[in-house]
């Protein structure tokens, strides 16, 4: 409601300016929020991690201190129960080395090996086997002759050299901090003497089971525990400059160093074990690990020793399980932002939180163990001798009980040593938490590497929480030399969207998503806490057309609407009109310039298609050249003034004495500082959707990950009807499923062009943009480049090296086809171009192997397997459909397969002899016949489980586990989960879009037109331009057609003068237009007003030169010859009536289209300009004149605290403006110059006034800048002559209209042709294979060929009965289950990782807060080249 009283009250105040107030509020406008409810998940993940990190390490501590106390020779277990345990605990410190091993190998392998250097891998080994070696004894050796309580202490010695370190180095950021690591140490000490004084204790008070021997274990313990401490030496020695070069190059083979030192400390490992076990104590029997049954064993025995094995390998799979599980969500903690209170907390916590549940047991479970009545614990320890006899009690807690009472609290003497244990635990916990006291503030950047975060891979499973603390990486103090990489540094954002004959709407969601991210992202010459600053660029298509009455250059439509659009979202976002308006003729036709609100920049560039190529390639190629290659050109080479056109309003700048221009805006000039890896380009469509947080999202992968040269973000087709389902599901599935099994196995193929994020770097290497300005000339290269030519630039990425990623969370929507034969033109370029393209990736990949780490030997398997499928695609979808005829009408197997044959090869005829408008409408039938038939099939395995009585057949199973799989995938894509509603729609047109679809597609592969957003309304015109009369009349069943053309009246009016005065000739001047394979057109009107507008002399030069006649009407321009591109040409040659025709648009040609360079200067360039500029002029009527003053004076003040000076300028100066202005111009009447002369005068006087009464002339300035922004028109400006010069230099390079004689277009024709026919040819004996060793096999019978399959009822029993399955049948469906298993399982790990990203970025997302404007102490720079140049202390 309030929302509602809101808009009320401004509408209200625009109505009182003028009679329309009206305008519209695109969604997705108001401003963003947090979502509470998205705080309170966010939270709930954090609680739920840190309860996870607690538990899983408070079960892993508690099973090695399980495991070494029933291994223990104090113990009651028999020798081979002991045995067996140590084994057990064995397997607990290798299970973390092979976990690495495997994980090492499988990078090595599968993704990059670079030798290591043998120097530094040996130092690292040697260190790494001296680690593990201290880790086997303090394991295997000391920890099962110490009581269970001793061994929960004497853990938190592996401190101590990490202390000494940090007391070396001086790692503290501050001096007093020093303080922490040696009291860590002053603590470790005094736990260890207070260790030995315990013992020393034990053995004199004669406490049961404490020999003399237990000093030398105290002594080989701390030992122990100091080769441990190695294991983390990299962390401190990271401040070392000796050391740091050392450390960067292990970083490099550091997979392969882990690979090695993994297998030597196994081989460690073992070895402890056997040399103390084997060799010193002899207690090692072998045959007594045999568990099997003996024939002279008793039940007892067999039981005790099933119940040994059960413990044994329960406790072992709780360690090694729990421990790898602490370590994941410990990682996970941190990368979402909970350091303190889902890592660090719980970690510090678990030594506690063990010996409290330890306690809590022990008190609760004594009552169980004891024998008698007990009044004091050593009669309470001695009754646990008898229990140990009998297996009446649990084993674990009587051992762990037992170790209990071999500490002080059951001698006989005295109990008050028990006090140093308990010292021993504080001391040696608190030196843990003073030696790790900077983990609790860890400051952890939104998207961190693992490897950032923790110094190590590897964790130590026996000390898993002293392992993570001490595993943190910490933030060395950098000297003033060295760079740091802990703050994130800036970046420069380019969104670049291309426009294609976009409507009104589609055009409003880009610009309110372009308007969105500029008030997201505030004044540029602000910090950001997402430090990033961006441009947005519009490139049209299009732009210009040809008045037919004046011959003169104009915007069309789609331009018109664009601008309109333009100046209502900046109404909408500001309530105003836009304020600095630039209008920039170029060689390539036209530039429009805006300062957004927040004062980023806006351009449209405006192509005009006689002077440079169009469609979206060229488009691309045009502003990456412009964006990565100019600006960042200019950006490294300032230029002098004396190049300059305009330079008062250039920003100037002094060096060294010598005047320089700098580039014209601040991004530009921030580039120099900025590097090309932090250069992005952000690729859209002219009708894309999406908020600020779907492209941080995207640039926090590229800013984090140096290799990613490309990501995308997740596609949402929108739309209404039956195809837009289709799509929606298919999109959701394709996403869900393909996209995430490319990133987690290898690399995205495909990153759209509508919504994906390039690296400047990635786009500038070699064979990237050099090789993508390629023009086709063969008909592969038409197929590959310009039928999917954001697939074919990704190719060129993954081919150098580049890898492309997928993010989930990062929406973006766009429109989708809503029509059938849209649809299937779409498809007919997407299919042939992404098969071409998976196909040149896979020819080259041997050598993309070698080149990029993120595509292994497997993946490419990977992808020749879903290639493979999709060949097979046909005959698989033709198969099924003769098993819908099987089950639908019981039609035998053979015959139901030659049925469901006939449709795909009839249509395939229809397709090579039919035009393809009748082709898509055949299509269109026959996919509603067969969603039918689907539809019958569906019911029909249905009713068939329902009949045999169980799901539990092959088909069954699959669809059963298939609609299984995708609800589950949905409920994991809760946003999303309203797509399954689609996924009948989708089931049900499977016919269509993997059979018609793909016939269709390979058929028309020669057709390489666009296909979309196609407009006839020139062609129309051209059609019945010269139509005086049309008249169809039916007399009975005579159908009569009476047609009279200008060229007929042209006739008759010549008979008709001859036969009057034959002495007189008629002059007849023709204009041919050459278009191919069409008949020329002549127009014989003659008219003397067009030597206006066209010299004599030149038409005189012309002639001469082209042996051409010209019409001189005014009202035949359109038969000026024009030239065309190869791709509108190669159409017409094979499809003459083609509704698809995308260059006969608007733009039909130029009046000096044909002419020299020379001559087109004689032609006006600027006719556009002035209506342009007359759209913009309207910010100046005296209705928007008051808005747009009373707008600017708030934003301007917004932040100045003075709002009751702000308001009071407000309605003065809105009185100043009705007394200047009312009854003197209209409410749409625009301002004269000299009225806003006058008018900016009485303005700064009234503001001088009121801010002196008020005493605020500091404010003056900014007010005077206010109000001369309100009142400045839109400025005329023209290029510097370098970008001139660039410019033109460009187009003669890459992007003049390409013009191919007849020659060529037949000749590329007949190779589409051709490669056209060997496709289909390739398709079609490939799935003819498929299906007829398919109907071979059911012409055979089941009974000879068949594999046989128990039917069992749903309830797990076996029915008797068989069902026959073919070979071939079961291996194709069992290989598509396997896909998709694959591709279920990457997609969980990767919602497991959006989740933590988009966590991650919602507790570090900008909140809307108003932030201070700059200072105010700039200075005026006051010349005649530059009036109003501010120049801060940033630009000294």
Not at 505 to 511: A, Q, S, T
Not at 533 to 556: L, Y
Not at 1016 to 1034: A, F, I, S, T, Y
């Given at each position: 409601?309030?929302?509602?009283?809101?808009?009320?009250?401004?509408?209200?105040?625009?109505?009182?300016?003028?009679?329309d107030?009206?305008?519209?509020?695109?969604?997705?406008?108001?401003?963003?929020?947090?979502?509470?409810?998205?705080?309170?998940?966010?939270?709930?993940?954090?609680?739920?991690?840190?309860?996870?990190?607690?538990?899983?390490?408070?079960?892993?501590?508690?099973?090695?201190?399980?495991?070494?106390?029933?291994?223990?020779?104090?113990?009651?277990?028999?020798?081979?129960?002991?045995?067996?345990?140590?084994l057990?605990?064995?397997?607990?410190?290798?299970?973390?080395?092979?976990?690495?091993?495997?994980?090492?190998?499988?990078?090595?392998?599968?993704?990059?090996?670079?030798?290591?250097?043998?120097?530094t891998?040996?130092?690292?080994?040697?260190?790494e086997?001296?680690?593990?070696?201290?880790?086997?004894?303090l394991?295997?050796?000391?920890?099962?002759?110490?009581?269970?309580?001793?061994?929960?202490?004497?853990?938190?010695?592996?401190?101590?050299?990490?202390?000494?370190?940090?007391?070396?180095?001086?790692?503290?950021?501050?001096?007093?901090?020093?303080?922490?690591?040696?009291?860590?140490?002053?603590?470790?000490?005094?736990?260890?003497?207070?260790?030995?004084?315990?013992y020393?204790?034990?053995?004199?008070?004669?406490?049961?089971?404490?020999?003399?021997?237990?000093?030398?274990?105290?002594?080989?313990?701390?030992?122990?525990?100091?080769?441990?401490?190695?294991?983390?030496?990299?962390?401190?020695?990271?401040?070392?400059?000796?050391?740091?070069?050392?450390?960067?190059?292990?970083?490099?083979?550091?997979?392969?160093?882990?690979?090695?030192?993994?297998?030597?400390?196994?081989?460690?490992?073992?070895?402890?074990?056997?040399?103390?076990?084997?060799?010193?104590?002899?207690?090692?029997?072998?045959?007594?690990?045999?568990?099997?049954?003996?024939?002279?064993?008793?039940?007892?025995t067999?039981?005790?020793?099933?119940?040994?094995?059960?413990?044994?390998?329960?406790?072992?799979?709780?360690?090694?399980?729990?421990?790898?599980?602490?370590?994941?969500?410990?990682?996970?903690a941190?990368?979402?932002?909970?350091?303190?209170?889902?890592?660090?907390?719980?970690?510090?916590?678990?030594?506690?939180?063990?010996?409290?549940?330890?306690?809590?047991?022990?008190?609760?479970?004594?009552q169980?163990?004891?024998?008698?009545?007990?009044?004091?614990?050593?009669?309470?320890?001695?009754?646990?001798?008898?229990?140990?006899?009998?297996?009446?009690?649990?084993?674990?807690?009587?051992?762990?009980?037992?170790?209990?009472?071999?500490?002080?609290?059951?001698?006989?003497?005295?109990?008050?040593?028990?006090?140093?244990?308990?010292?021993?635990?504080?001391?040696?916990?608190?030196?843990?938490?003073?030696c790790t006291?900077?983990?609790?503030?860890?400051?952890?950047?939104?998207?961190?590497?693992?490897?950032?975060?923790?110094?190590?891979?590897?964790?130590?499973?026996?000390?898993?929480?002293?392992?993570?603390?001490?595993?943190?990486?910490?933030?060395?103090?950098?000297?003033?030399?060295?760079?740091?990489?802990?703050?994130?540094?800036?970046?420069?954002?380019?969104?670049?969207?291309?426009?294609?004959?976009?409507?009104?709407?589609?055009?409003?969601?880009?610009?309110?998503?372009?308007?969105?991210?500029?008030?997201?992202?505030?004044?540029?010459?602000?910090?950001?806490?997402?430090?990033?600053?961006?441009?947005?660029?519009?490139?049209?298509?299009?732009?210009?057309?040809?008045?037919?009455?004046?011959?003169?250059?104009?915007?069309?439509?789609?331009?018109?609407?664009?601008?309109?659009?333009v100046?209502?979202?900046?109404?909408?976002?500001?309530?105003?009109e836009?304020?600095?308006?630039?209008?920039?003729?170029?060689?390539?036709?036209?530039?429009?310039?805006?300062?957004?609100?927040e004062?980023?920049?806006?351009?449209?560039?405006?192509?005009?298609?006689?002077?440079?190529?169009?469609?979206?390639?060229?488009?691309?190629?045009?502003?990456?050249?412009?964006l990565?290659?100019?600006?960042?050109?200019?950006?490294?080479?300032?230029?002098?003034?004396?190049?300059?056109?305009?330079?008062?309003?250039?920003?100037?700048?002094?060096?060294?004495?010598?005047?320089?221009?700098l580039?014209?805006?601040?991004?530009?000039?921030?580039r120099?500082?900025?590097?090309?890896?932090?250069?992005?380009?952000?690729?859209?469509?002219?009708?894309?959707?999406?908020?600020?947080s779907?492209l941080?999202?995207?640039?926090?992968?590229?800013?984090?990950?140096?290799?990613?040269?490309?990501?995308?973000?997740?596609?949402?087709?929108?739309?209404?009807?039956?195809?837009?389902?289709?799509?929606?599901?298919?999109?959701?599935?394709?996403?869900?499923?393909?996209?995430?099994?490319e990133?987690?196995?290898?690399?995205?193929?495909?990153?759209?062009g509508?919504?994906?994020?390039?690296?400047?770097?990635?786009l500038?290497?070699?064979?990237?943009?050099?090789?993508?300005?390629?023009?086709?000339?063969?008909?592969?290269?038409?197929?590959?480049?310009?039928?999917?030519?954001?697939?074919?630039?990704?190719?060129?990425?993954?081919?150098?090296?580049?890898?492309?990623?997928?993010n989930?969370?990062?929406?973006?929507?766009?429109?989708?086809?809503?029509?059938?034969?849209?649809?299937y033109?779409?498809r007919?370029?997407?299919?042939?171009?992404?098969?071409?393209?998976?196909?040149?990736?896979?020819?080259?990949?041997?050598?993309?192997?070698?080149?990029?780490?993120?595509?292994?030997?497997?993946?490419?398997?990977?992808?020749?397997?879903?290639?493979?499928?999709?060949?097979?695609?046909?005959?698989?979808?033709?198969?099924?459909?003769?098993?819908?005829?099987?089950?639908?009408?019981?039609?035998?197997?053979?015959n139901?397969?030659?049925?469901?044959?006939?449709?795909?090869?009839?249509?395939?005829?229809?397709?090579?002899?039919?035009?393809?408008?009748?082709q898509?409408?055949?299509?269109?039938?026959?996919?509603?016949?067969?969603?039918?038939?689907?539809?019958?099939?569906?019911?029909?395995?249905?009713?068939?489980?329902?009949?045999q009585?169980?799901?539990?057949?092959p088909?069954?199973?699959?669809?059963?586990?298939?609609?299984?799989?995708?609800?589950?995938?949905?409920?994991?894509?809760?946003?999303?989960?309203?797509?399954?509603?689609?996924?009948?729609?989708?089931?049900?047109?499977?016919?269509?879009?993997y059979?018609?679809?793909?016939?269709?597609?390979?058929v028309?592969?020669?057709?390489?037109?666009?296909?979309?957003?196609?407009?006839?309304k020139?062609?129309?015109?051209?059609?019945?331009?010269?139509?005086?009369?049309?008249?169809?009349?039916?007399?009975?069943?005579?159908?009569?057609?009476?047609?009279?053309?200008?060229?007929?009246?042209?006739?008759?009016?010549?008979?008709?003068?001859?036969?009057?005065?034959?002495?007189?000739?008629?002059?007849?001047?023709?204009?041919?237009?050459?278009?191919?394979?069409?008949?020329?057109?002549?127009?014989?009107?003659?008219?003397?007003?067009?030597?206006?507008e066209?010299?004599?002399?030149?038409?005189?030069?012309?002639?001469?030169?082209?042996?051409?006649?010209?019409?001189?009407?005014?009202?035949?321009?359109?038969?000026i010859?024009?030239?065309?591109?190869?791709?509108?040409?190669?159409?017409?040659?094979?499809?003459?009536?083609?509704?698809?025709?995308?260059?006969?648009?608007?733009?039909?040609?130029?009046?000096?289209?044909?002419?020299?360079?020379?001559?087109?200067?004689?032609?006006?360039?600027?006719?556009?300009?002035?209506?342009?500029?007359?759209?913009?002029?309207?910010?100046?009527?005296?209705?928007?004149?008051?808005?747009?003053?009373?707008?600017?004076?708030?934003?301007t003040?917004?932040?100045?605290?003075?709002?009751?000076?702000?308001?009071?300028?407000?309605?003065?100066?809105?009185?100043?403006?009705?007394?200047?202005?009312?009854?003197?111009?209209?409410?749409?009447?625009?301002?004269?110059?000299?009225?806003?002369?006058?008018?900016?005068?009485?303005?700064?006087?009234?503001?001088?006034?009121?801010?002196?009464?008020?005493?605020?002339?500091?404010?003056?300035?900014?007010?005077?800048?206010?109000?001369?922004?309100?009142?400045?028109?839109?400025?005329?400006?023209?290029?510097?002559?370098?970008?001139?010069?660039?410019?033109?230099?460009?187009?003669?390079?890459?992007?003049?209209?390409?013009?191919?004689?007849?020659?060529?277009?037949?000749?590329?024709?007949?190779?589409?042709?051709?490669?056209?026919?060997?496709?289909?040819?390739?398709?079609?004996?490939?799935?003819?294979?498929?299906?007829?060793?398919?109907?071979?096999?059911q012409?055979?019978?089941?009974?000879?060929?068949?594999?046989?399959?128990?039917?069992?009822?749903?309830?797990?029993?076996?029915?008797?009965?068989?069902?026959?399955?073919?070979?071939l049948?079961?291996?194709?469906?069992?290989?598509?289950?396997?896909?998709?298993?694959?591709?279920?399982?990457?997609?969980?790990?990767?919602?497991?990782?959006?989740?933590i990203?988009?966590?991650?970025y919602?507790?570090?997302?900008?909140?809307?807060?108003?932030?201070?404007?700059?200072?105010e102490?700039?200075?005026?720079?006051?010349?005649?080249?530059?009036?109003?140049?501010?120049?801060?202390?940033?630009?000294?």
């Amino acid at each position: 409601m309030e929302e509602l009283k809101f808009r009320g009250r401004k509408r209200e105040g625009r109505h009182r300016d003028t009679w329309d107030p009206f305008q519209l509020n695109p969604i997705g406008a108001e401003k963003e929020e947090k979502r509470r409810c998205f705080e309170l998940f966010q939270h709930l993940v954090a609680a739920f991690v840190g309860i996870m990190v607690l538990c899983s390490a408070v079960i892993s501590k508690g099973s090695l201190l399980v495991l070494s106390t029933l291994s223990s020779p104090t113990s009651t277990r028999t020798s081979k129960e002991r045995q067996y345990y140590m084994l057990m605990l064995v397997g607990c410190l290798v299970m973390p080395n092979l976990l690495v091993f495997l994980k090492s190998l499988w990078k090595c392998a599968f993704k990059n090996f670079v030798p290591p250097n043998m120097r530094t891998m040996g130092i690292v080994c040697g260190i790494e086997c001296l680690v593990s070696l201290g880790t086997s004894i303090l394991v295997l050796v000391v920890m099962p002759q110490f009581d269970v309580l001793t061994n929960l202490f004497i853990s938190g010695g592996v401190c101590m050299l990490s202390s000494v370190l940090q007391i070396v180095f001086r790692l503290q950021r501050e001096n007093w901090k020093i303080i922490f690591p040696i009291c860590s140490l002053m603590l470790v000490l005094t736990g260890y003497f207070l260790l030995g004084a315990d013992y020393y204790v034990r053995v004199t008070s004669f406490v049961s089971g404490q020999e003399k021997d237990c000093y030398w274990y105290v002594g080989i313990a701390v030992f122990a525990s100091f080769l441990v401490s190695l294991n983390w030496w990299e962390n401190p020695v990271q401040a070392s400059n000796n050391m740091k070069e050392m450390l960067a190059e292990l970083d490099t083979f550091r997979d392969f160093v882990f690979v090695i030192s993994s297998l030597l400390r196994v081989v460690v490992i073992a070895a402890v074990y056997l040399i103390y076990h084997v060799l010193i104590q002899k207690n090692i029997v072998w045959s007594d690990f045999d568990f099997t049954p003996k024939a002279n064993e008793d039940e007892s025995t067999i039981a005790r020793h099933k119940e040994t094995l059960d413990i044994g390998l329960t406790v072992l799979f709780l360690q090694a399980f729990f421990s790898a599980a602490c370590h994941w969500f410990g990682v996970v903690a941190c990368k979402i932002h909970s350091v303190r209170m889902s890592f660090a907390f719980p970690v510090c916590f678990t030594g506690p939180s063990v010996l409290i549940i330890g306690m809590i047991l022990f008190l609760t479970q004594s009552q169980y163990l004891a024998g008698a009545n007990t009044t004091s614990i050593i009669d309470f320890c001695s009754s646990l001798v008898d229990l140990s006899t009998k297996n009446t009690s649990a084993v674990v807690m009587l051992e762990l009980t037992k170790s209990i009472c071999r500490t002080s609290l059951s001698s006989h003497y005295w109990t008050w040593p028990f006090s140093l244990l308990v010292l021993e635990g504080i001391c040696m916990w608190l030196g843990l938490i003073t030696c790790t006291y900077y983990v609790w503030n860890f400051k952890v950047q939104r998207i961190e590497r693992t490897t950032e975060l923790f110094v190590r891979r590897l964790y130590e499973s026996a000390f898993i929480d002293l392992s993570l603390l001490l595993n943190t990486k910490m933030k060395v103090v950098q000297t003033r030399n060295q760079e740091r990489h802990d703050d994130v540094e800036n970046c420069v954002i380019y969104l670049c969207a291309t426009m294609w004959h976009e409507t009104y709407d589609e055009m409003l969601k880009i610009l309110t998503s372009m308007f969105r991210l500029d008030r997201y992202r505030g004044d540029p010459k602000e910090e950001h806490k997402d430090v990033f600053d961006f441009e947005c660029h519009i490139f049209v298509d299009d732009a210009f057309m040809i008045d037919k009455e004046t011959g003169k250059k104009f915007i069309n439509e789609y331009v018109t609407d664009l601008i309109h659009v333009v100046i209502e979202v900046y109404r909408v976002f500001t309530n105003k009109e836009p304020d600095d308006v630039s209008i920039i003729e170029t060689p390539y036709g036209g530039r429009l310039m805006f300062v957004m609100p927040e004062g980023n920049m806006l351009y449209f560039h405006l192509k005009d298609k006689q002077l440079i190529r169009n469609k979206k390639r060229w488009s691309q190629i045009m502003y990456l050249y412009y964006l990565l290659g100019w600006k960042g050109y200019i950006v490294k080479n300032p230029q002098k003034i004396t190049r300059q056109n305009n330079p008062c309003r250039a920003s100037l700048i002094s060096l060294d004495g010598e005047s320089f221009l700098l580039p014209q805006h601040d991004n530009d000039s921030k580039r120099k500082h900025i590097s090309d890896d932090n250069t992005y380009i952000m690729a859209l469509d002219g009708d894309t959707d999406f908020h600020p947080s779907a492209l941080i999202l995207l640039v926090d992968r590229l800013r984090k990950y140096c290799n990613v040269g490309a990501a995308c973000g997740r596609i949402h087709p929108t739309g209404m009807g039956p195809m837009v389902w289709y799509q929606k599901f298919e999109y959701a599935v394709g996403h869900w499923l393909q996209k995430t099994a490319e990133h987690v196995f290898g690399s995205v193929l495909c990153s759209p062009g509508c919504f994906s994020l390039f690296r400047g770097s990635a786009l500038m290497d070699d064979n990237v943009l050099k090789r993508y300005t390629t023009t086709a000339t063969r008909a592969s290269e038409y197929v590959q480049y310009d039928q999917g030519e954001d697939r074919w630039l990704c190719t060129l990425l993954l081919q150098q090296g580049w890898r492309v990623e997928y993010n989930a969370a990062s929406d973006a929507y766009t429109n989708s086809p809503q029509e059938f034969k849209e649809f299937y033109n779409q498809r007919r370029r997407w299919g042939p171009s992404t098969l071409a393209n998976t196909l040149d990736l896979l020819h080259s990949g041997n050598e993309t192997v070698k080149r990029n780490s993120s595509i292994s030997r497997l993946y490419i398997f990977y992808q020749i397997f879903t290639v493979s499928s999709s060949i097979l695609g046909p005959a698989s979808v033709s198969l099924m459909i003769a098993g819908a005829f099987q089950f639908v009408f019981k039609i035998e197997g053979t015959n139901s397969i030659i049925i469901s044959v006939i449709p795909p090869i009839f249509y395939m005829l229809i397709c090579f002899l039919a035009k393809p408008n009748t082709q898509i409408t055949i299509a269109a039938i026959m996919s509603v016949l067969y969603a039918f038939l689907m539809l019958a099939s569906f019911f029909a395995i249905i009713g068939d489980m329902a009949t045999q009585g169980t799901f539990i057949t092959p088909t069954g199973l699959f669809l059963v586990s298939m609609a299984a799989m995708y609800l589950v995938t949905a409920i994991l894509h809760p946003q999303e989960f309203s797509m399954i509603i689609y996924g009948l729609m989708y089931f049900i047109c499977i016919p269509s879009g993997y059979l018609l679809l793909t016939i269709y597609s390979l058929v028309n592969m020669h057709i390489v037109t666009w296909g979309t957003r196609e407009t006839n309304k020139e062609k129309e015109q051209k059609k019945n331009q010269n139509v005086l009369c049309d008249r169809n009349c039916k007399l009975c069943c005579w159908d009569m057609k009476l047609q009279v053309t200008q060229e007929t009246d042209n006739l008759m009016l010549q008979q008709l003068q001859q036969a009057v005065n034959p002495n007189i000739q008629v002059t007849q001047q023709v204009v041919h237009e050459q278009k191919p394979n069409t008949k020329e057109e002549k127009n014989n009107a003659p008219n003397e007003e067009n030597n206006e507008e066209i010299s004599p002399e030149l038409l005189d030069r012309k002639r001469a030169n082209k042996d051409l006649e010209y019409d001189t009407s005014v009202d035949r321009f359109d038969s000026i010859p024009k030239k065309e591109s190869a791709y509108s040409s190669i159409e017409d040659d094979n499809d003459d009536n083609h509704d698809d025709d995308d260059d006969n648009m608007l733009y039909d040609g130029s009046l000096y289209s044909g002419f020299t360079e020379e001559e087109r200067e004689f032609v006006p360039q600027s006719d556009w300009v002035q209506p342009v500029k007359e759209e913009f002029l309207k910010k100046l009527t005296y209705a928007n004149l008051k808005r747009n003053l009373q707008e600017q004076i708030r934003y301007t003040l917004r932040n100045k605290n003075q709002e009751d000076v702000c308001e009071e300028l407000v309605m003065m100066l809105t009185d100043t403006v009705n007394g200047e202005l009312k009854d003197k111009v209209g409410p749409e009447d625009v301002l004269s110059d000299s009225q806003l002369e006058e008018l900016q005068y009485a303005l700064n006087e009234a503001a001088r006034r009121i801010l002196k009464t008020n005493r605020m002339e500091r404010l003056e300035r900014r007010v005077k800048r206010a109000i001369e922004k309100t009142l400045i028109a839109p400025q005329v400006e023209k290029l510097t002559e370098d970008e001139h010069d660039f410019w033109k230099k460009l187009l003669e390079r890459y992007l003049a209209p390409i013009v191919d004689d007849k020659a060529h277009k037949e000749e590329v024709t007949r190779e589409l042709k051709s490669l056209r026919n060997k496709a289909v040819f390739l398709y079609f004996i490939v799935n003819v294979l498929w299906i007829v060793a398919t109907f071979f096999l059911q012409a055979i019978g089941n009974d000879v060929i068949s594999i046989k399959i128990q039917k069992i009822w749903p309830n797990g029993t076996s029915s008797g009965e068989y069902l026959k399955v073919e070979p071939l049948s079961l291996m194709f469906l069992l290989s598509f289950a396997v896909l998709l298993v694959v591709q279920f399982l990457a997609m969980l790990y990767h919602r497991v990782y959006t989740l933590i990203h988009v966590v991650s970025y919602r507790s570090t997302e900008k909140d809307y807060i108003p932030r201070d404007e700059e200072g105010e102490e700039g200075v005026i720079i006051e010349n005649q080249i530059a009036n109003g140049l501010v120049i801060t202390s940033d630009d000294l």
